[in-house]
């Protein structure tokens, strides 16, 4: 095995083992008492961490320091992982079950309704605040930031819909304001872990 390869393998293990861990390069660098620019530079492939480090790093990846050297990258997701997403779709295909129960006990009690449809629209918005609370349990800033947005933007289409009238075009103006309220959230969020 050339140099090259050694530090490409060491890589590829570095970052799987890393998000396995559901750390950020900076909440790993934290931990061991570095930068998160030498997490990034040992993850390029850019260099190796000593002895010392690449026991620290094992230790807190809870993995063996011969698996980061020498292991073969998995290439799967690691069951926990496709557990937390199987959980999440599976609470969020709850809300749409009871949408549908609604639908479907309003459609006989007010038959000559025509917005039963909203039924499933509401559901929008509710399985994005479900969608919020597990990619604040299990993922990171970024599928935090997408489920936000999901909420906003489903949220105001609801509104929309709902209220039958002019000035619910309003919503998304307001919409759109939280969505760069919610970015500029995450970006502070992202700097003060840096």
């Known amino acids: 095995m050339s140099e090259l390869d050694f530090r490409s393998n060491l890589a590829k293990n570095l970052i799987y083992y890393r998000k396995r861990a559901n750390l950020t390069?900076?909440?790993?660098?934290?931990?061991?008492a570095y930068t998160d620019k030498s997490i990034s530079k040992w993850e390029r492939g850019d260099g190796i961490p000593d002895a010392y480090v690449l026991s620290l790093l094992s230790k807190q990846l809870n993995v063996s320091a011969d698996k980061l050297?020498?292991?073969?990258?998995?290439?799967?997701?690691?069951?926990?992982?496709?557990?937390?997403?199987?959980?999440?779709?599976?609470?969020?295909?709850l809300v749409f079950l009871i949408a549908a129960i609604a639908y479907f006990v309003l459609g006989l009690c007010l038959p000559s309704e025509e917005r039963l449809y909203l039924c499933f629209i509401v559901a929008l918005p509710v399985s994005s605040i479900v969608a919020i609370v597990f990619a604040a349990l299990w993922w990171g800033p970024i599928?935090?930031?997408?489920?936000?947005?999901?909420?906003?933007?489903?949220?105001?289409?609801?509104?929309?819909?709902?209220?039958?009238?002019?000035?619910?075009?309003?919503?998304?103006?307001?919409?759109?304001?939280?969505?760069v309220l919610t970015i500029l959230w995450f970006v502070l969020i992202g700097n003060r872990k840096r």
Do not use: C, H, N
């Open 143 to 179: 599928v935090q930031g997408l489920s936000v947005t999901a909420l906003i933007w489903t949220l105001a289409l609801s509104l929309y819909l709902a209220f039958d009238a002019p000035a619910m075009i309003y919503a998304y103006i307001i919409a759109a304001i939280m969505q």
């Open 25 to 32: 390069q900076a909440a790993l660098a934290e931990r061991i």
């Open 69 to 93: 050297l020498f292991g073969e990258t998995p290439q799967k997701l690691p069951l926990a992982k496709k557990k937390q997403i199987l959980i999440t779709l599976l609470s969020m295909g």
